[in-house]
Protein backbone atom coordinates (compact mmCIF):
# COMPACT_ATOMS: atom_id res chain seq x y z
CA UNK A 1 0.00 0.00 0.00
CA UNK A 2 1.20 3.22 -0.82
CA UNK A 3 1.61 6.15 1.80
CA UNK A 4 -0.99 8.19 1.04
CA UNK A 5 -3.27 5.27 -0.07
CA UNK A 6 -2.64 4.68 3.66
CA UNK A 7 -3.17 7.92 4.93
CA UNK A 8 -6.39 8.06 2.57
CA UNK A 9 -7.59 4.67 4.79
CA UNK A 10 -7.02 5.42 8.04
CA UNK A 11 -8.84 9.24 8.13
CA UNK A 12 -11.55 7.91 6.47
CA UNK A 13 -11.37 5.22 9.22
CA UNK A 14 -11.41 7.71 11.73
CA UNK A 15 -14.43 9.43 10.90
CA UNK A 16 -15.89 6.64 10.40
CA UNK A 17 -14.99 5.33 13.74
CA UNK A 18 -16.33 8.90 15.32
CA UNK A 19 -20.13 8.54 13.32
CA UNK A 20 -19.72 4.91 15.12
CA UNK A 21 -19.34 6.02 18.02
CA UNK A 22 -21.50 9.28 18.12
CA UNK A 23 -24.06 7.18 17.19
CA UNK A 24 -23.69 4.69 20.15
CA UNK A 25 -23.57 7.23 22.55
CA UNK A 26 -26.28 9.14 21.75
CA UNK A 27 -28.51 6.04 21.23
CA UNK A 28 -27.18 5.00 24.88
CA UNK A 29 -25.13 1.75 23.58
CA UNK A 30 -21.91 3.36 25.16
CA UNK A 31 -21.35 5.62 28.08
CA UNK A 32 -18.77 8.57 27.92
CA UNK A 33 -15.72 6.04 28.91
CA UNK A 34 -16.73 3.50 26.77
CA UNK A 35 -17.74 5.64 23.65
CA UNK A 36 -13.71 6.53 24.25
CA UNK A 37 -12.84 3.08 24.13
CA UNK A 38 -14.37 2.46 21.74
CA UNK A 39 -13.08 4.84 19.58
CA UNK A 40 -9.41 4.33 19.97
CA UNK A 41 -10.47 0.56 18.67
CA UNK A 42 -12.28 1.53 15.45
CA UNK A 43 -9.38 3.84 14.24
CA UNK A 44 -7.12 0.92 14.73
CA UNK A 45 -9.24 -1.63 13.34
CA UNK A 46 -11.10 0.48 10.31
CA UNK A 47 -7.88 2.65 9.77
CA UNK A 48 -5.41 -0.53 9.11
CA UNK A 49 -7.33 -3.72 8.64
CA UNK A 50 -9.76 -2.15 6.07
CA UNK A 51 -13.10 -4.40 5.59
CA UNK A 52 -11.94 -7.20 6.60
CA UNK A 53 -10.77 -6.49 9.89
CA UNK A 54 -13.66 -4.11 9.87
CA UNK A 55 -16.56 -6.08 9.07
CA UNK A 56 -16.69 -9.04 11.98
CA UNK A 57 -16.07 -6.15 14.68
CA UNK A 58 -19.01 -4.42 13.07
CA UNK A 59 -21.02 -7.76 13.17
CA UNK A 60 -20.43 -8.26 16.78
CA UNK A 61 -20.70 -4.10 17.95
CA UNK A 62 -24.05 -3.90 16.10
CA UNK A 63 -25.51 -6.62 16.50
CA UNK A 64 -25.13 -7.27 20.14
CA UNK A 65 -25.95 -3.63 20.53
CA UNK A 66 -29.54 -4.01 18.86
CA UNK A 67 -30.28 -7.21 20.83
CA UNK A 68 -29.28 -5.87 24.42
CA UNK A 69 -32.32 -3.23 23.89
CA UNK A 70 -34.55 -6.08 22.58
CA UNK A 71 -37.43 -7.71 24.95
CA UNK A 72 -36.41 -4.85 27.37
CA UNK A 73 -39.29 -5.58 29.76
CA UNK A 74 -38.06 -8.83 30.67
CA UNK A 75 -34.56 -7.73 31.04
CA UNK A 76 -35.80 -5.14 33.41
CA UNK A 77 -36.12 -8.01 35.72
CA UNK A 78 -32.52 -8.78 35.56
CA UNK A 79 -30.81 -5.72 35.90
CA UNK A 80 -30.66 -5.72 39.25
CA UNK A 81 -29.09 -9.17 39.25
CA UNK A 82 -25.97 -8.58 36.83
CA UNK A 83 -23.30 -5.97 37.75
CA UNK A 84 -23.61 -3.28 34.96
CA UNK A 85 -27.16 -2.32 32.62
CA UNK A 86 -27.05 -2.59 28.58
CA UNK A 87 -24.83 1.16 28.81
CA UNK A 88 -20.94 -0.17 28.05
CA UNK A 89 -18.45 1.33 30.14
CA UNK A 90 -14.71 1.62 28.90
CA UNK A 91 -13.78 -1.93 31.42
CA UNK A 92 -16.57 -3.97 29.21
CA UNK A 93 -15.10 -2.48 25.80
CA UNK A 94 -11.49 -3.44 27.02
CA UNK A 95 -13.18 -7.06 28.25
CA UNK A 96 -14.87 -7.66 25.22
CA UNK A 97 -12.02 -5.95 22.53
CA UNK A 98 -9.22 -5.44 24.26
CA UNK A 99 -7.60 -8.80 22.55
CA UNK A 100 -9.26 -7.35 19.48
CA UNK A 101 -6.88 -4.38 19.87
CA UNK A 102 -4.53 -6.39 20.52
CA UNK A 103 -4.23 -8.38 17.42
CA UNK A 104 -4.62 -5.82 15.01
CA UNK A 105 -1.88 -3.51 16.90
CA UNK A 106 0.66 -6.37 16.72
CA UNK A 107 -0.51 -7.21 12.76
CA UNK A 108 0.03 -3.47 12.33
CA UNK A 109 3.74 -4.23 12.90
CA UNK A 110 4.11 -7.81 11.44
CA UNK A 111 1.22 -8.81 9.05
CA UNK A 112 0.65 -12.40 9.66
CA UNK A 113 -2.67 -14.37 8.99
CA UNK A 114 -2.14 -15.87 12.18
CA UNK A 115 -3.31 -12.53 13.82
CA UNK A 116 -6.02 -12.08 12.19
CA UNK A 117 -7.16 -15.67 13.13
CA UNK A 118 -6.61 -14.93 16.87
CA UNK A 119 -8.66 -11.36 16.65
CA UNK A 120 -11.27 -13.39 15.11
CA UNK A 121 -11.33 -16.18 18.07
CA UNK A 122 -11.31 -13.27 20.63
CA UNK A 123 -14.31 -11.65 18.55
CA UNK A 124 -16.23 -15.25 18.17
CA UNK A 125 -15.87 -16.11 22.52
CA UNK A 126 -17.30 -12.31 23.13
CA UNK A 127 -19.98 -12.60 20.68
CA UNK A 128 -20.91 -16.14 21.54
CA UNK A 129 -21.13 -15.07 25.46
CA UNK A 130 -23.16 -11.94 24.78
CA UNK A 131 -25.57 -13.60 22.16
CA UNK A 132 -25.95 -16.27 25.09
CA UNK A 133 -27.25 -14.13 27.65
CA UNK A 134 -28.87 -11.25 25.22
CA UNK A 135 -31.06 -13.68 23.35
CA UNK A 136 -30.93 -16.78 26.89
CA UNK A 137 -32.68 -14.95 29.39
CA UNK A 138 -35.56 -13.85 26.49
CA UNK A 139 -36.80 -17.66 27.01
CA UNK A 140 -39.44 -18.66 29.66
CA UNK A 141 -37.54 -21.98 30.32
CA UNK A 142 -35.64 -21.96 33.24
CA UNK A 143 -32.17 -22.45 32.91
CA UNK A 144 -29.71 -24.80 34.87
CA UNK A 145 -26.80 -24.19 36.91
CA UNK A 146 -23.47 -25.66 34.49
CA UNK A 147 -21.64 -27.09 37.62
CA UNK A 148 -24.68 -28.61 39.15
CA UNK A 149 -27.50 -28.68 36.61
CA UNK A 150 -29.87 -27.37 39.32
CA UNK A 151 -32.72 -25.51 38.03
CA UNK A 152 -31.30 -21.76 38.96
CA UNK A 153 -33.26 -17.70 38.11
CA UNK A 154 -32.39 -16.53 34.39
CA UNK A 155 -29.52 -14.15 34.22
CA UNK A 156 -27.24 -15.57 37.20
CA UNK A 157 -23.35 -16.19 36.52
CA UNK A 158 -23.00 -19.72 35.28
CA UNK A 159 -26.84 -20.37 34.38
CA UNK A 160 -27.36 -21.81 31.06
CA UNK A 161 -30.12 -22.95 28.80
CA UNK A 162 -30.38 -24.77 25.50
CA UNK A 163 -31.47 -21.39 24.20
CA UNK A 164 -28.41 -19.39 25.52
CA UNK A 165 -26.50 -22.25 24.43
CA UNK A 166 -27.73 -22.51 20.45
CA UNK A 167 -27.36 -18.38 20.54
CA UNK A 168 -23.83 -18.63 21.62
CA UNK A 169 -22.75 -21.05 18.81
CA UNK A 170 -24.75 -18.53 15.95
CA UNK A 171 -23.35 -16.07 18.13
CA UNK A 172 -19.75 -17.22 17.23
CA UNK A 173 -20.63 -18.47 13.43
CA UNK A 174 -21.78 -15.18 13.08
CA UNK A 175 -18.09 -13.42 13.70
CA UNK A 176 -16.78 -16.41 11.75
CA UNK A 177 -18.77 -16.81 8.75
CA UNK A 178 -18.02 -12.76 8.28
CA UNK A 179 -14.26 -13.61 8.29
CA UNK A 180 -14.91 -16.50 5.94
CA UNK A 181 -16.40 -14.02 3.75
CA UNK A 182 -13.14 -12.05 3.37
CA UNK A 183 -10.49 -14.80 2.59
CA UNK A 184 -10.80 -17.60 6.02
CA UNK A 185 -10.28 -21.05 4.87
CA UNK A 186 -13.37 -23.09 5.12
CA UNK A 187 -11.09 -25.21 8.45
CA UNK A 188 -10.63 -22.26 10.22
CA UNK A 189 -14.86 -21.41 9.91
CA UNK A 190 -15.17 -24.06 11.70
CA UNK A 191 -12.00 -24.06 14.15
CA UNK A 192 -13.41 -20.57 15.21
CA UNK A 193 -16.49 -20.88 15.34
CA UNK A 194 -16.29 -23.93 17.49
CA UNK A 195 -13.54 -22.33 19.75
CA UNK A 196 -15.66 -19.15 20.56
CA UNK A 197 -18.45 -21.54 21.07
CA UNK A 198 -16.32 -23.16 23.72
CA UNK A 199 -14.73 -20.07 25.21
CA UNK A 200 -18.97 -18.98 26.26
CA UNK A 201 -18.98 -22.42 27.58
CA UNK A 202 -15.38 -21.56 29.74
CA UNK A 203 -17.20 -18.07 30.52
CA UNK A 204 -20.47 -20.01 32.07
CA UNK A 205 -18.20 -22.72 33.85
CA UNK A 206 -15.62 -19.28 35.69
CA UNK A 207 -19.00 -17.28 36.14
CA UNK A 208 -20.25 -20.68 38.21
CA UNK A 209 -17.47 -21.25 40.07
CA UNK A 210 -14.63 -18.61 40.35
CA UNK A 211 -16.13 -15.41 39.72
CA UNK A 212 -17.02 -13.52 42.70
CA UNK A 213 -21.01 -13.64 43.97
CA UNK A 214 -22.54 -11.71 46.20
CA UNK A 215 -25.96 -12.23 47.86
CA UNK A 216 -28.36 -8.84 49.06
CA UNK A 217 -28.92 -8.39 52.82
CA UNK A 218 -32.03 -7.09 52.41
CA UNK A 219 -34.00 -9.25 49.80
CA UNK A 220 -31.71 -12.33 49.98
CA UNK A 221 -31.70 -12.38 45.96
CA UNK A 222 -27.93 -13.46 43.94
CA UNK A 223 -26.24 -10.99 41.97
CA UNK A 224 -22.80 -9.63 40.75
CA UNK A 225 -23.34 -6.59 42.31
CA UNK A 226 -21.22 -4.77 45.45
CA UNK A 227 -24.39 -2.30 46.30
CA UNK A 228 -28.13 -3.99 46.32
CA UNK A 229 -31.44 -2.65 47.93
CA UNK A 230 -29.47 -0.04 48.71
CA UNK A 231 -26.90 -1.35 50.87
CA UNK A 232 -23.68 -3.31 50.56
CA UNK A 233 -24.31 -7.08 49.86
CA UNK A 234 -22.60 -10.37 51.09
CA UNK A 235 -19.58 -11.95 49.53
CA UNK A 236 -20.25 -15.76 49.53
CA UNK A 237 -18.45 -17.44 46.75
CA UNK A 238 -15.61 -17.03 44.13
CA UNK A 239 -12.82 -14.28 44.19
CA UNK A 240 -13.88 -10.93 45.71
CA UNK A 241 -11.69 -9.17 42.87
CA UNK A 242 -12.68 -11.62 39.99
CA UNK A 243 -15.84 -10.20 37.77
CA UNK A 244 -17.52 -10.89 34.71
CA UNK A 245 -15.11 -8.16 32.70
CA UNK A 246 -12.13 -10.03 34.07
CA UNK A 247 -13.81 -13.57 33.48
CA UNK A 248 -14.58 -12.43 30.20
CA UNK A 249 -11.44 -11.83 29.30
CA UNK A 250 -10.09 -15.21 30.99
CA UNK A 251 -12.37 -17.36 28.47
CA UNK A 252 -11.44 -15.30 25.54
CA UNK A 253 -7.44 -16.16 26.61
CA UNK A 254 -8.49 -19.77 27.01
CA UNK A 255 -10.40 -19.75 23.18
CA UNK A 256 -7.08 -18.46 22.14
CA UNK A 257 -5.37 -21.11 23.60
CA UNK A 258 -7.27 -23.90 22.22
CA UNK A 259 -7.41 -22.38 18.89
CA UNK A 260 -3.26 -22.33 18.74
CA UNK A 261 -3.27 -25.96 20.02
CA UNK A 262 -5.70 -27.63 17.49
CA UNK A 263 -4.15 -24.85 14.22
ZN1 LIG B 1 -31.73 -6.74 47.34
Known amino acids: MTDSIRTGQILLGGFLALVIVLLSYKAKFLNRSGAFATFILAVLIFGFGGWKWSVPILVFFILSSLLSKTGKKRKEQFKNT ?4 GVRDYAQVIA ?5 GLFIFLYIFKPL ?13 ANADTWATEIGVLFK ?6 TTFKKVE ?31 SFKNLVLITLTGFFGSIIDSYFGASIQG ?30 NNDLVNILSAVFSILIFLLFS
Open 82 to 85: FEKS
Open 96 to 100: NGGLA
Open 113 to 125: PMYYHLYLVSLAA
Open 141 to 146: KTPRMI
Open 154 to 184: PGISGAVSIFGTGASLLGSFAIAFSGYLFSL
Open 213 to 242: QYQCTICNSYTEKHIHCKSATKHIKGFNWL
